[in-house]
Antibody, heavy 119, light 107 residues
Framework: EVQLLESGGGLVQPGGSLRVSCAAS????????MSWVRQAPGRGLEWVSTISGSGRNIYYADSVKGRFTISRDNSGNALYVQMNSLRAEDTALYYC????????????WGQGTMVTVSS | DIQMTQSPSTLSASVGDRVTITCRASQSISNWLAWYQHKPGKAPEVLIS???SLESGVPSRFSGSGFGIEFTLTISSLQPDDSATYYCQHYKTYPLTFGGGTKVEIK
């Protein structure tokens, strides 16, 4: 079964750090670009970051550039995002998603993990 | 950066109605446009890729059209299960962006 399962969300103080993980199964993880997409409470979807299958190509939204780092472990079928210098506006449900580049779509999504930045 | 503007932000329609949602890009994106359906508590699901290609398993009442700057998602006969928020998303260049969303309610 094709599946993405996020973990690691929680409550963190402003200025703090958190690492969120995504475990993939059911497809050839190392071949596929992967992304993080978030949704703040009451807001729409926002693309956060994408990493190519090899890990060589990485892209970030301006809102997280310099603070978030995306990475992957192809041997363990895992995707990560290290979030530093967290702000209240980073509070959101963070989804892991596969980016199918030939059609330009996020075709597989996890259920999301909630990150709350608050004192 | 390419901005995606959706309209309307909300709409209310009856079962069986034809519903159209518009998405406008701030510059040409060719046909690099996808549509998603998002229900509360669930992950988003892709409906349409490349502006007009219906994804596998998506009911045929959904259709997409457009090229360049203006795109539409049409639901030919609205069903109760279609109550959701719909988003467009471009894949022309990075950064990728989503439209602001259209919440579809059933009267």
């Amino acid at each position: 079964e094709v599946q993405l399962l996020e973990s690691g969300g929680g409550l963190v103080q402003p200025g703090g750090s958190l690492r969120v993980s995504c475990a993939a199964s059911g497809f050839t993880f190392s071949s596929d670009a992967m992304s993080w997409v978030r949704q703040a409470p009451g807001r729409g979807l926002e693309w956060v970051s994408t990493i190519s299958g090899s890990g060589r190509n990485i892209y970030y939204a301006d809102s997280v550039k310099g603070r978030f780092t995306i990475s992957r472990d192809n041997s363990g079928n895992a995707l990560y995002v290290q979030m530093n210098s967290l702000r209240a506006e980073d509070t959101a449900l963070y989804y892991c998603a596969r980016l199918e580049v030939t059609r330009g779509i996020f075709d597989i999504w996890g259920q999301g993990t909630m990150v709350t930045v608050s004192s | 950066d390419i901005q995606m503007t959706q309209s309307p932000s909300t709409l209310s329609a009856s079962v069986g109605d034809r519903v159209t949602i518009t998405c406008r890009a701030s510059q040409s994106i060719s046909n690099w446009l996808a549509w998603y359906q998002h229900k509360p508590g669930k992950a988003p699901e892709v409906l349409i890729s490349k502006a007009s290609s219906l994804e596998s398993g998506v009911p045929s009442r959904f259709s997409g059209s457009g090229f360049g700057i203006e795109f539409t998602l049409t639901i030919s006969s609205l069903q109760p299960d279609d109550s959701a928020t719909y988003y467009c998303q471009h894949y022309k260049t990075y950064p990728l962006t989503f439209g602001g969303g259209t919440k579809v309610e059933i009267k």
